[in-house]
């Protein structure tokens, strides 16, 4: 396809939506703007530099987090372009109608007598593009429920959450300390970083149902009190941490106790 075609593109919110719902913001900006290339210039050569560059992200971004989930809507030509098979459709369709009109309006706005399709397509008024298109091919009953840029793919389940296990769950083996966790740890004087490693190896070795829990959360909010307890340090206020500057208070009063100037 060598015209483009730059001044209007068919969307059928409904069914795009549909289509797309599993998709992020930034995957739904970068499959949109594929689309408006495509629909100005034709397929698209098959490489990730070029159309990350159109989808205006980095190229991480783009094999991480777009290409992957936006691929199943796209196909690929014989030389090893990409195109979305509806929207290459409705391109087709605009370029024949764009191409009847322009010979009408060479014509001196003749309109030959013909049939069906091709009398609606012929009796499009020269500057009636959307007249053109609207005449030229109506649409079937089935045709109707179907979307101009919507995928060939059938539309994606999405996945079942998982319920929680009863019993509890063991540590992952991943397992950080979240910034809430390092947080409430920092609170009571403890330094997360060291006592994590602690934490983990502890509740790891642990058999069976003692190393299951519910809430790692609250079971790591439980150790640092314990921990913080053992070693003399500061306890938190109604379960929240203290400030550093009430920490910092408390400790000049166990060093200096009450002492006065005199």
Not at 5 to 21: E, F, N
Not at 35 to 64: C, H
Not at 137 to 146: I, K, N
Request: charged residues 30%.
């Amino acid at each position: 396809m060598t015209k483009t075609l730059d001044r209007w593109m068919p969307l059928h919110i409904a069914d795009y939506r549909k289509d797309t719902l599993f998709l992020t913001t930034l995957q739904h900006g970068a499959y949109m703007l594929l689309l408006m290339a495509s629909w100005e210039i034709g397929p698209l050569d098959d490489n990730e530099t070029f159309l990350s560059s159109i989808a205006k992200v980095d190229l991480k971004t783009w094999r991480r987090d777009v290409w992957p989930a936006i691929k199943r809507f796209f196909s690929k030509t014989d030389d090893g372009q990409i195109f979305q098979k509806r929207l290459s459709a409705e391109r087709d369709k605009a370029e024949r109608i764009s191409e009847i009109r322009r010979k009408n309006g060479r014509e001196g706005g003749s309109k030959p007598k013909a049939k069906g399709k091709a009398n609606a397509l012929a009796n499009a008024e020269p500057n009636g593009e959307a007249n053109a298109l609207a005449n030229a091919e109506a649409p079937s009953r089935d045709s109707l429920h179907t979307s101009s840029l919507r995928s060939d793919v059938p539309p994606v389940t999405p996945p079942k959450p998982e319920k929680p296990d009863p019993r509890g769950r063991r540590l992952p083996e991943d397992w950080q300390p979240s910034n809430e966790d390092r947080s409430f740890a920092l609170g009571l004087g403890l330094n997360p970083t060291d006592i994590a490693p602690q934490f983990a190896d502890w509740w790891r070795a642990q058999p069976a149902a003692k190393g299951r829990k519910a809430d790692w959360s609250a079971t790591w909010r439980n150790w640092c009190r314990r921990d913080a307890e053992r070693r003399g340090g500061l306890k938190p206020i109604h379960g929240k941490p203290q400030s550093p500057l009430s920490q910092q208070f408390e400790r000049m009063q166990r060093q200096y106790g009450d002492r006065t100037v005199a």
